[in-house]
Antibody
Framework: EVQLVESGGGLVKTGGSLRLSCTAF????????MNWVRQAPGKGLEWVSS????????YYADSVQGRFTISRDNAKNLVYLQMDSLRAEDTAVYYC???????????????WGQGTQVTVSS | VLTQPPSASGSPGQSVTISCTGT?????????VSWYQQHPGKAPKLIIY???QRPSGVPDRFSGSKSGNTASLTVSGLQAEDAADYYC???????????FGSGTTVTVL
């Protein structure tokens, strides 16, 4: 069974840093691109970042570009999100999601973790 | 952010259609639209990919389509468990990789 488990969330002060982790179970992690998506309290989903299977391609939303860094360790089935210079508006539940490939494209998220809460406060 | 109506509703057995309007740079430019269902306090679930394809296990009551810059999700034969938030998502090219819709809350009356 495919399972994604996020960890590392918590309360951090404005301007501080936090590193989120997502551990993957039940599939060949090396074969999949991975993603982070967040959801602020009472708000909609916002794509944050994506990373290809061999870390050759990284993509970021404009709102986090230059402050967040996505990375992975294929030997440990882990994907990370390093978050620096945190702002109050980064407060959200952060989800890890696996990329699903159809026969023509790899632009869908078919498995999601349960999320980890990040709260940024002064 | 892709534009969705904030809410939609229908009685059990009826149909409801949710629109998702973007631009020629996202929805209109690619057939890479997907839809996600999210129940309160739960993680999102993929229910439609590539505009109109259903993943294994998703009931055929869920269907998707696209015309120009607007994609649509139709839920036919509404059931109580369909009450949830629904989000569209589109690939937006290398400069705006993914963009989500604003979300629609579906209420089953």
């Amino acid at each position: 069974e495919v399972q994604l488990v996020e960890s590392g969330g918590g309360l951090v002060k404005t301007g501080g840093s936090l590193r989120l982790s997502c551990t993957a179970f039940g599939f060949n992690f090396n074969d999949y691109s991975m993603n982070w998506v967040r959801q602020a309290p009472g708000k909609g989903l916002e794509w944050v970042s994506s990373l290809s299977s061999l870390s050759s391609h990284k993509y970021y939303a404009d709102s986090v570009q230059g402050r967040f860094t996505i990375s992975r360790d294929n030997a440990k089935n882990l994907v990370y999100l390093q978050m620096d210079s945190l702002r109050a508006e980064d407060t959200a539940v952060y989800y890890c999601a696996r990329t699903y490939c159809s026969t023509t494209a790899c632009y869908y998220f078919d498995s999601w973790g349960q999320g980890t809460q990040v709260t940024v406060s002064s | 952010v892709l534009t969705q109506p904030p809410s939609a509703s229908g009685s059990p057995g009826q149909s409801v259609t949710i629109s998702c309007t973007g631009t020629s740079s996202d929805v209109g430019g690619y057939n890479y639209v997907s839809w996600y269902q999210q129940h309160p306090g739960k993680a999102p679930k993929l229910i439609i990919y590539e505009v109109s394809q259903r993943p294994s296990g998703v009931p055929d009551r869920f269907s998707g389509s696209k015309s120009g810059n607007t994609a649509s999700l139709t839920v036919s034969g509404l059931q109580a468990e369909d009450a949830a938030d629904y989000y569209c998502k589109s690939y937006g090219g290398k400069n705006n990789f993914y963009v989500f819709g604003s979300g629609t809350t579906v209420t089953v009356l």
